[in-house]
C-alpha cells in the first residue's frame, strides 16, 4: 500500500529529525521573511512565472504522473485516489489558470482590518500579517501542490509540503517548476519545499515542528485528518471529510430533484463535496424517489437504500448504519425516507461532518429553517453541493474546505491565510 501517514492512529516519539529536514524548515523560516515584505507587484509576477511553468511543464509533469499511476495502481491506490491523482493537459491548463487568477485577487497583506483613534491620541489599526511557514499534509493531489503554493505565495507565506509517496514524482516535477519561477523573479527558491523524500517520519517531524512551522493544513481522507489534529504540536487548522447531504422536501421540484442529485453525486465523485446520503421527504417520495434514482442508475450509481426507497425503487442493496456514516468518494450514495425536515435535520445532526447540505424546496419557510438550522460550513438551497469549492466562490483556488469553527470556515482563500496584529502609533502617551 501507498506511504501515507495513516498506517496507524497513533505513532511512538518522533525521532529526531534529519539535519536535511530541519535545515529545510529552518530555510523555508528564512524565505517567509523574504516573502513578507515583498510586494504585490513582486508576488504577482512570481504567480505569472509559476502559471507559465505550469502550463508548458506538462512534457516533464506528465510522464512523472503516469508513472505515479502505474504504482498507485500497483499498491492498490483506490480508483477515487488515483482520479484524484491523475494529470492531463486539461486539468494543467486549468491549474494555471486558476493561479493566474490568484493574480487578480486582493492581497490581503497590510489589509486594515479595523481601527480608530482613542481618546489620548493614540492610533490602533489592526492588520492582516501572513502566517510565517505554512505546512500542509495531504494525499495523491497533485493539484493541491501548485493551488497551496500560489495561495501561500500570494498571502505572504513560505510552505512546506508533505504530498505523500502516491504523488511523489509527480510532486518533485511540480516544485522544481515552482522553485525554478520563483527565482527568476528574485524569490527564494526555498519559499515553496517538498519533504516527500523523508516519508513518514518527515510527517511526523512537520507535525512536531512547533517554532519552525506557525499552522499546518490537513487535506484528506477521515482517518488523515484526524492523526493531523490528534498528533500534532503545530496550530492545525482542521479541513473535513465530507458525509455531504441533499434533503427533498415535499414541495421539490421534480427536475431540479434529479438535475442538482445526478450533478451533486456524479459529476467528480471523488471529491469532497461530492453527495453522499440523499434524504427525501415522505410526502414527496412516490413522485420524486423513482425518477432521481433513476437518473443515478443511468449514470452507475450503486443505491444504498432504507426499506421505504426500496419499496419505490427496487434496483438498490439495503442501506446499513455504517452507511450513513460513510464517504464514499465513489459511484454510491445511500438513501433515505424522512417524516418531515425535522427528522431529516436531526439525520444530519447525527451522521453530517459539517461540510455542506443543501434543501431542494419551494418552502421559504422551510428553506430558511434549513440555513439557519443546520450547522455545516456550508448550507445551501436549490443548488448543487459541488459549489463548495474556492474556485466557484471567486477565490482563483482554495487551501481546503474549512469544517471547524476557529479563525476559518468553509473554502479557505488569501485572507484565511493570514493572521492580525495591532499596529499603534502614539505621541508621547504615557498610561496613568
Given at each position: 500500500?501507498?506511504?501515507?501517514?495513516?498506517?496507524?492512529?497513533?505513532?511512538?516519539?518522533?525521532?529526531?529529525?534529519?539535519?536535511?529536514?530541519?535545515?529545510?524548515?529552518?530555510?523555508?523560516?528564512?524565505?517567509?521573511?523574504?516573502?513578507?515584505?515583498?510586494?504585490?507587484?513582486?508576488?504577482?509576477?512570481?504567480?505569472?512565472?509559476?502559471?507559465?511553468?505550469?502550463?508548458?511543464?506538462?512534457?516533464?509533469?506528465?510522464?512523472?504522473?503516469?508513472?505515479?499511476?502505474?504504482?498507485?495502481?500497483?499498491?492498490?491506490?483506490?480508483?477515487?485516489?488515483?482520479?484524484?491523482?491523475?494529470?492531463?493537459?486539461?486539468?494543467?491548463?486549468?491549474?494555471?489558470?486558476?493561479?493566474?487568477?490568484?493574480?487578480?485577487?486582493?492581497?490581503?497583506?497590510?489589509?486594515?482590518?479595523?481601527?480608530?483613534?482613542?481618546?489620548?491620541?493614540?492610533?490602533?489599526?489592526?492588520?492582516?500579517?501572513?502566517?510565517?511557514?505554512?505546512?500542509?499534509?495531504?494525499?495523491?493531489?497533485?493539484?493541491?501542490?501548485?493551488?497551496?503554493?500560489?495561495?501561500?505565495?500570494?498571502?505572504?507565506?513560505?510552505?512546506?509540503?508533505?504530498?505523500?509517496?502516491?504523488?511523489?514524482?509527480?510532486?518533485?516535477?511540480?516544485?522544481?517548476?515552482?522553485?525554478?519561477?520563483?527565482?527568476?523573479?528574485?524569490?527564494?527558491?526555498?519559499?515553496?519545499?517538498?519533504?516527500?523524500?523523508?516519508?513518514?517520519?518527515?510527517?511526523?517531524?512537520?507535525?512536531?515542528?512547533?517554532?519552525?512551522?506557525?499552522?499546518?493544513?490537513?487535506?484528506?481522507?477521515?482517518?488523515?485528518?484526524?492523526?493531523?489534529?490528534?498528533?500534532?504540536?503545530?496550530?492545525?487548522?482542521?479541513?473535513?471529510?465530507?458525509?455531504?447531504?441533499?434533503?427533498?422536501?415535499?414541495?421539490?421540484?421534480?427536475?431540479?430533484?434529479?438535475?442538482?442529485?445526478?450533478?451533486?453525486?456524479?459529476?467528480?465523485p471523488s471529491v469532497c463535496n461530492a453527495l453522499e446520503t440523499l434524504l427525501v421527504?415522505?410526502?414527496?417520495?412516490?413522485?420524486?424517489?423513482?425518477?432521481?434514482?433513476?437518473?443515478?442508475?443511468?449514470?452507475?450509481?450503486?443505491?444504498?437504500?432504507?426499506?421505504?426507497?426500496?419499496?419505490?425503487?427496487?434496483?438498490?442493496?439495503?442501506?446499513?448504519?455504517?452507511?450513513?456514516?460513510?464517504?464514499?468518494?465513489?459511484?454510491?450514495?445511500?438513501?433515505?425516507?424522512?417524516?418531515?425536515?425535522?427528522?431529516?435535520?436531526?439525520?444530519?445532526?447525527?451522521?453530517?461532518?459539517?461540510?455542506?447540505?443543501?434543501?431542494?424546496?419551494?418552502?421559504?419557510?422551510?428553506?430558511?429553517?434549513?440555513?439557519?438550522?443546520?450547522?455545516?460550513?456550508?448550507?445551501?438551497?436549490?443548488?448543487?453541493?459541488?459549489?463548495?469549492?474556492?474556485?466557484?466562490?471567486?477565490?482563483?483556488?482554495?487551501?481546503?474546505?474549512?469544517?471547524?469553527?476557529?479563525?476559518?470556515?468553509?473554502?479557505?482563500?488569501?485572507?484565511?491565510?493570514?493572521?492580525t496584529k495591532w499596529l499603534v502609533r502614539g505621541s508621547g502617551q504615557v498610561r496613568?
Amino acid at each position: 500500500m501507498t506511504d501515507t501517514i495513516l498506517d496507524s492512529p497513533t505513532y511512538p516519539t518522533p525521532p529526531v529529525a534529519p539535519p536535511a529536514l530541519g535545515d529545510r524548515l529552518r530555510a523555508a523560516r528564512v524565505a517567509s521573511l523574504a516573502l513578507a515584505t515583498a510586494n504585490t507587484e513582486l508576488k504577482n509576477r512570481a504567480l505569472e512565472a509559476i502559471a507559465r511553468a505550469v502550463g508548458a511543464g506538462s512534457p516533464n509533469i506528465l510522464p512523472a504522473n503516469r508513472l505515479d499511476l502505474a504504482n498507485g495502481r500497483s499498491n492498490g491506490l483506490s480508483q477515487a485516489l488515483q482520479d484524484r491523482l491523475a494529470l492531463s493537459e486539461s486539468r494543467l491548463s486549468a491549474l494555471a489558470d486558476a493561479v493566474l487568477e490568484i493574480t487578480a485577487l486582493v492581497d490581503p497583506v497590510g489589509e486594515t482590518v479595523r481601527g480608530r483613534v482613542l481618546p489620548n491620541g493614540i492610533r490602533i489599526d489592526q492588520v492582516r500579517v501572513p502566517f510565517g511557514v505554512v505546512g500542509v499534509i495531504y494525499e495523491a493531489r497533485p493539484n493541491v501542490t501548485v493551488d497551496i503554493a500560489a495561495l501561500a505565495l500570494k498571502s505572504g507565506n513560505a510552505v512546506v509540503l508533505r504530498g505523500g509517496s502516491a504523488a511523489e514524482n509527480t510532486n518533485r516535477v511540480l516544485v522544481g517548476l515552482i522553485q525554478d519561477a520563483l527565482a527568476s523573479v528574485g524569490l527564494p527558491r526555498e519559499c515553496v519545499q517538498t519533504i516527500d523524500e523523508f516519508g513518514r517520519d518527515g510527517a511526523r517531524e512537520l507535525m512536531q515542528a512547533r517554532g519552525l512551522v506557525d499552522v499546518l493544513i490537513p487535506r484528506g481522507s477521515a482517518s488523515l485528518i484526524e492523526t493531523v489534529v490528534a498528533e500534532s504540536k503545530v496550530p492545525v487548522i482542521e479541513t473535513g471529510a465530507g458525509v455531504v447531504h441533499v434533503f427533498l422536501d415535499e414541495s421539490a421540484d421534480e427536475q431540479w430533484s434529479v438535475d442538482i442529485v445526478q450533478n451533486a453525486k456524479v459529476q467528480r465523485p471523488s471529491v469532497c463535496n461530492a453527495l453522499e446520503t440523499l434524504l427525501v421527504h415522505r410526502g414527496a417520495a412516490a413522485r420524486l424517489v423513482p425518477p432521481v434514482l433513476a437518473r443515478l442508475r443511468e449514470d452507475g450509481v450503486v443505491i444504498h437504500a432504507d426499506d421505504e426507497t426500496r419499496a419505490l425503487f427496487s434496483d438498490a442493496v439495503p442501506a446499513t448504519e455504517e452507511d450513513w456514516q460513510t464517504e464514499y468518494m465513489s459511484l454510491d450514495i445511500s438513501v433515505r425516507v424522512v417524516s418531515d425536515i425535522d427528522e431529516a435535520m436531526q439525520h444530519i445532526r447525527q451522521y453530517s461532518t459539517h461540510h455542506t447540505e443543501s434543501i431542494i424546496t419551494n418552502d421559504l419557510g422551510n428553506a430558511e429553517r434549513f440555513l439557519t438550522e443546520v450547522d455545516s460550513a456550508a448550507v445551501m438551497v436549490n443548488a448543487s453541493t459541488r459549489f463548495t469549492d474556492g474556485g466557484e466562490f471567486g477565490f482563483g483556488a482554495e487551501v481546503g474546505i474549512s469544517t471547524q469553527k476557529l479563525h476559518a470556515r468553509g473554502p479557505m482563500g488569501l485572507p484565511e491565510l493570514t493572521s492580525t496584529k495591532w499596529l499603534v502609533r502614539g505621541s508621547g502617551q504615557v498610561r496613568g
